[in-house]
């Protein structure tokens, strides 16, 4: 599993490698083992103060009954394990947040990442007047906070004539204020790693005809492939988990983003659906896991170039 | 071949000109380094800089929700005074988002290393790993946060629940465990641990990432001379990944400091004003209780103290460019 | 069994409302006049912003008379229910960007804090006064400011206390408190066996507000005297937070400060807390979800609903009121208020009522007479009590200031600063007299 070190007694790598790996990967499992376990308990079992919470029971009889028995009844299993995640899919917009949270989320990304790119070739290789002092508002933004922007943002996302329609209440009102904070990192991680690519490439191009917008996107941009899907998954994920902007700007249920439709739709009032409200969560975090687990050594090897820059 | 200008413009000959012209104009740094830079200018500009601008302005002012821009009253730093002087939760919020961040940070900052260094070693099921340690970050934080509600319930914890069992195993007794989200210090403690929960992923792929650029002939060369490995962790590595760590830590530091869903959803600030953050005070004063202008300014005073974060960090970076 | 499958299921699927929006008939006279298609439909909407119900049943019937109105009128009618909490926030945003609902729905006098935002509806409320009888003083000061109606009136969440009789048998109690004293004695044996009286003192709309006012209330306790003046820091306030403490300490559930809203539910449904103020949410989830005792007997029969115990100034009772307001941005307002109209009606608000499983009284005192509490005999006793309210801020207006002073938890946080041990009474007292100051402006 590990590099083995010279001189490495079995009981050393135990207490220095094996144990705190697993005391680490049960603190960051263990919470979405809980949701897991309460997506698939009943009702009364999670609000059963006395039994062993860490077991489903009903579900896992349930199972256990049929293989027994070895026979599948599919509604018997709906009803005693997969309620709550049927009631989810079935019985809110759950599926209509999901696709707005994916649209917001990419979109955004796109623009995020084309002003990034833009912005970080002018700082990381061009000298003109002012890159300095730009490099630096880019950096200021960042300490300007969400709470404080939301009321004027929402003024002028909603005064924006586009198209004759109000903004307000689209997905559109989040494509256009995500990248207030999106765009800051993305160039500041972009500027680290363009600034790792040796200029002698680009000048040779340019030497050979090419001009240098030429060599911009012929020769640099695919280096920079891995510090691009490095900033596009963090884009992503930072505006699939926005909260503020999409409970203030967006009404319609319809038009909602997956964190403010669980919360809105899964907690009335008195009551929490728990169950409803961990399936949620669990399904709200696949596609970013998805796409984390096929990219995390891109993701990785893109903030090696930017800090190495 | 691309300066070729020709005095007489016109015709065919003209357009191809004036193409040349076009491009001629942008390989000049200063107009192609304007229009690179247009985009980022673009959004800065009216979505931060404008809104920011109003909310300075507002700040200055008795502005409160529905009141008409003919009434407002310029107040000078009034706000900025009261809050201060008069304001009996403003120095809590203060006292409260220092703590959270710097135990956070810290916290964070020593198991994100020490994470990255036990990660860097795996060989098999590296992805697999990787991106389940990612998890905390990626799912969003709402509802991770409203799972952490239900694990800190007074009534249904599952911490209090091992707990108890834990006593009644060992003949201690009946105890109700701890009030993760009533007692006001263990509240505190509480958001800080989602907020640890979270972020810690954050700093262990960040500092895998740096662990990754140190060559491994340092190492050699360190063991060669018959360092022992603390020490090379604390020579070669650490030395090697202060890159990443300022960069790590100013992002980290700026997203903590003004944090607002973990004690949103977990306390409202409460009990008794314990985990109000300034974000969630001023959320609480502008939104709650309407006072826009006390609310922007609650909200700035995290501006100066962010400021100088980053100013640390441009400092050394630039130090460390010379 | 059959009764543990409806409990394993708990929720059950009619609880789940699909807000998709409502349609109604779209304006076909516009189309055929022009003989083509609009680029836009020639209707007309209104769109509605109210809380989840704590009474889910509620919030379908709302629903239900949105559409028949909308039907009936050919109005698009979009009703859109959120979580209480987020409705400040929303509202304030849409006030300030000047687009958002038409309707909007306030509890205790949250819109006095932008009066001037809001249409004057006095012509809808006082032909509604005048056709049924007064509306509640408390539920009507909500809903003026400066003598005139800034909302209409529409319904009173009464709250109560709620109370396991078997938990105060058990323990020796032969009948309820009738002083907070008498209900720290008795609450401390409760607390003994395991079950104290849990109340919440955080950061939370509804079950704050509606026990620290009457308690404070009952010791003559007054945020500003009829003058405006704030005159918090007095003997009676000083009385009230020594003996909070050992009420606190003596009978109550430490949890308290922690609890939302929800949270003293879930303690009394499973068998936490012997007694807890609370609207008849309690009750009603008891009875809709079957909810079982220790003995696997329903719950419902172990529970009593008794007022608040009396302080040395009396017995005092909170009830928050809830208002629909109409916003000036609004583009629909004549349609918004022939909509209100029609809400107040006495065939719809009855329904409502009814469907609502007595959940709410009406702020139209007429409605104490109607059969809805016959239906759930229960609930009577918060009938009983639902005229010994106040309106927030006494002894001064309930004004924009005084709903600061609620939505910034002032006094409740000056409870909790003494439950919580964080501050002596006598330093709590002075901190929130300083709040008040702060917030009233002196």
Redesign the interface.
Same mark, same amino acid.
């Given at each position: 599993m590990a590099q083995s070190r010279v001189g490495e007694t079995f009981a050393k790598r135990l207490i220095v490698y094996h144990l705190p790996l697993f005391f680490f990967l049960l603190f960051t499992l263990f919470p979405f083992y809980w949701m897991f376990v309460t997506s698939i308990k009943s009702t009364h079992e999670t609000y059963n103060r006395e039994i062993n919470p860490y077991v489903p029971v009903d579900c896992a009889q349930t199972i256990a009954g049929q293989t027994r028995a070895l026979s599948f009844n599919g509604s018997a299993l709906m009803e005693n394990c997969f309620y709550h995640w049927r009631t989810l899919l079935r019985d809110t917009l759950f599926l209509r947040w999901l696709r707005n949270t994916l649209l917001v989320a990419i979109v955004s990304t796109l623009i995020s990442l084309f002003a990034g790119v833009t912005s970080a070739y002018a700082l990381a290789r061009l000298r003109f007047r002012g890159v300095q002092t730009f490099g630096l508002l880019i950096f200021i933004t960042y300490l300007v906070p969400p709470t404080l922007l939301f009321i004027p943002l929402s003024d002028v996302i909603g005064d924006l004539p586009l198209f004759h329609r109000n903004l307000l209440n689209s997905p559109w009102a989040l494509i256009v204020a995500y990248p207030t904070f999106l765009v800051p990192f993305c160039a500041w991680l972009l500027t680290g790693y363009f600034r790792t690519i040796p200029r002698e490439l680009e000048e040779a191009a340019m030497i050979d005809g090419a001009t240098r917008i030429q060599a911009m996107i012929r020769i640099v941009l695919p280096l920079a492939v891995p510090g691009l899907l490095s900033a596009a998954m963090f884009a992503f994920t930072l505006s699939a988990n926005e909260f503020l902007y999409a409970l203030v700007f967006i009404y319609d249920n319809a038009n909602k983003t997956v964190p403010v439709g669980v919360v809105s739709e899964l907690i009335k009032g008195d009551v929490f659906y728990w169950g409803e409200l961990m399936s949620g969560a669990l399904l709200g975090s696949v596609p970013v896991a998805l796409i984390y687990s096929f990219f995390v050594e891109h993701y990785v090897a893109g903030m090696t170039g930017a800090i190495k820059g | 071949? *691309?300066q070729e200008l020709q005095a007489d413009g016109f015709g065919a000959d003209g357009a191809r000109v004036a193409h040349k012209s076009v491009?001629a104009l942008?390989?000049q740094?200063?107009v $192609?380094?304007?229009l690179?830079?247009?985009?980022?200018?673009?959004?800065?500009f009216?979505?931060?800089?404008?809104?920011?601008g &109003?909310?300075v302005w507002?700040s200055f002012t008795d502005k409160?929700?529905?009141?008409?821009w003919s009434q407002v009253k310029f107040i000078g730093l009034q706000n900025y005074v009261?809050l201060v002087t008069?304001?009996?939760?403003f120095w809590l919020t203060v006292w409260n988002s220092f703590v959270y961040t710097g135990v956070a940070t810290v916290i964070k900052w020593v198991?994100g290393i &020490? $994470?990255a260094v $036990?990660l860097n070693?795996? @060989?098999?099921?590296q992805?697999?790993?990787?991106?389940?340690?990612?998890?905390?970050? @990626?799912?969003?934080?709402?509802?991770?946060t409203?799972?952490?509600?239900?694990?800190?319930?007074?009534?249904?914890s599952?911490i209090n629940?091992t707990i108890r069992r834990f006593y009644s195993w060992m003949g201690w007794g009946?105890v109700r465990g701890p009030?993760? $989200?009533?007692? +006001?210090t263990l509240?505190l403690a509480s958001v800080t641990f989602v907020n640890i &929960?979270r972020g810690?992923?954050f700093y262990a792929?960040?500092f895998?990432?740096?662990l990754?650029?140190i060559s491994p002939d340092l190492y050699e060369a360190a063991a060669i001379d018959g360092a022992s490995?603390w020490q090379r962790f604390w020579h070669v590595t650490l030395p090697g990944i202060k +890159?990443?760590t300022v960069?790590v830590l100013v992002?980290s530091i @700026?997203v903590t400091f *003004?944090d607002?869903?973990i004690v949103y959803v977990l306390?409202?600030?409460?009990?008794?004003? *314990?985990t109000h953050l300034?974000?969630t005070y001023?959320?609480?004063?502008?939104?709650?209780?309407?006072?826009?202008g006390i609310g922007?300014a609650v *909200?700035?005073f995290?501006?100066p103290v962010?400021?100088l974060v @980053?100013i640390f960090q441009?400092i050394y970076l630039k130090r460390e460019q010379d | 069994m059959a009764k543990q499958a409806s409990v394993k299921r708990g929720v059950t699927r009619r609880d789940f409302i699909k807000i998709a929006g409502v349609t109604a008939a779209t304006g076909i006279e516009g189309i055929l006049a022009s003989r083509r298609a609009p680029a836009y439909a020639q209707e007309r909407s209104l769109h509605f912003l109210l809380w989840k119900n704590f009474s889910p049943p509620a919030d379908v019937e709302i629903v239900r008379q949105g559409e028949e109105w909308g039907k009936q009128n050919k109005v698009n009618v979009k009703i859109e229910q959120i979580n209480a909490n987020d409705i400040p926030a929303r509202i304030a945003a849409a006030i300030e960007s000047k687009q958002g609902p038409d309707i909007v729905q306030f509890f205790h006098n949250w819109q006095n804090q932008y009066s001037d935002s809001l249409v004057d509806v006095t012509d809808i409320c006082t032909a509604l006064e005048s056709k049924y009888g007064g509306y509640i003083d408390y539920a009507k000061a909500h809903a003026m400011l400066n003598g005139r109606f800034n909302a209409v009136p529409h319904t009173v969440v009464p709250n109560i206390f709620v109370v396991r009789a078997s938990y105060m048998k058990a323990a020796g109690t032969t009948r309820w408190p009738k002083t907070w004293d008498e209900l720290r004695r008795e609450g401390k044996k409760w607390k003994a066996n395991g079950h104290p009286v849990g109340q919440t003192v955080g950061h939370t709309f509804g079950d704050a507000v509606d026990f620290t006012y009457p308690y404070l209330w009952s010791y003559g306790v007054a945020e500003r005297d009829e003058k405006g003046q704030v005159i918090l820091a007095s003997k009676q306030a000083l009385e009230a937070l020594k003996f909070f403490k050992a009420l606190w300490d003596d009978a109550m559930d430490p949890a308290g400060p922690g609890w939302d809203d929800s949270s003293n539910n879930r303690a009394f449904l499973s068998g936490a807390v012997t007694a807890t103020n609370n609207a008849p949410s309690i009750y009603l989830t008891a009875s809709s979800q079957v909810v079982l005792d220790e003995k696997g007997v329903p719950l419902i029969n172990d529970i009593l609903h008794m007022p608040n115990p009396a302080g040395p100034a009396g017995v005092f009772h909170y009830h928050y009121s809830q208002q629909l307001a109409i916003p000036k941005y609004s583009k629909n307002v004549d349609t918004a208020k022939e909509f209100l109209r029609w809400l107040m009606d006495k065939e719809q608000l009855t329904k409502y009522l009814r469907r609502a499983q007595a959940y709410h009284g009406a702020a139209l005192k007429v409605y104490l007479k109607d059969a809805m509490w016959d239906m759930f005999p229960a609930l009577k006793p918060f009938r009983d009590h639902l005229l010994e309210g106040r309106p927030v801020g006494w002894k001064g207006a309930a004004d924009a200031n005084a709903a600061r002073v609620v939505q910034n938890y002032v006094l409740i946080d000056m409870l909790a600063n003494v439950a919580t041990g964080k501050m002596a009474p006598e330093e709590s007292l002075k901190w929130a007299e300083g709040q008040l100051k702060s917030i009233y402006g002196s």
């Open positions: - | 071949m *691309s491009l942008l390989e740094p200063n $192609l380094g304007y690179l830079m247009l985009p980022t200018a673009f959004v800065i009216f979505f931060v800089a404008y809104p920011f &109003w909310g507002m409160k929700v529905g009141m008409a009261d008069r304001d009996g939760v198991l &020490w $994470l $036990l070693r795996m @060989i098999r099921f992805r697999l790993v990787r991106a389940a340690v990612l998890l905390p970050w @990626i799912v969003p934080t709402v509802l991770s409203i799972a952490f509600l239900w694990i800190f319930d007074p009534d249904f599952v629940w009946y009030l993760w $989200l009533g007692d +006001p509240a &929960w810690t992923p792929i960040s895998l990432a740096g990754q650029t490995g +890159p990443i960069v992002f @700026i *003004s607002f869903q306390t409202r600030g409460g009990p008794a004003n *314990s300034f974000a001023a959320y609480q004063v502008a939104m709650v209780g309407t006072r826009l922007a *909200s700035l995290m501006f962010l400021a @980053i441009l | -």
